[in-house]
Nanobody
């Protein structure tokens, strides 16, 4: 069983920054891809960014140049640095960690961008 613990969400003004963290524990082995997804009210969950075990990254067009994903393999932790936040970034952000055999989701952390 895999457990994911997310932290770092909150309320921030437009133009501000937040850093999300997600730590994996439990029966984790051979993690391949770690990533972040978001779901705004009334919308489907969508990709924000992913990073592979060798550091290759992929970003949604809407966050390119503003968000940076990174991972610490030794700590089994993935981070999302969010800069220049916009009101449209408001959503619940979910961590996803997977291997070739399993996939796990975090409980979600709320990010609200508002003045």
């Amino acid at each position: 069983q895999v457990q994911l613990v997310e932290s770092g969400g909150g309320l921030v003004q437009p133009g501000g920054s937040l850093r999300l963290s997600c730590a994996a524990s439990g029966s984790v082995s051979s993690i391949t891809v770690m990533g972040w997804y978001c779901q705004a009210p009334g919308k489907q969950r969508e990709l924000v960014a992913t990073v592979t075990s060798v550091g290759s990254t992929n970003y949604a067009d809407s966050v390119k140049g503003r968000f940076t994903i990174s991972r610490d393999n030794a700590k089994r932790t993935v981070y999302l640095q969010m800069n220049s936040l916009k009101p449209e970034d408001t959503a619940v952000y979910y961590c996803n960690v997977r291997s070739i055999l399993w996939s796990a989701w975090g409980q979600g952390t709320q990010v609200t961008v508002s003045s």
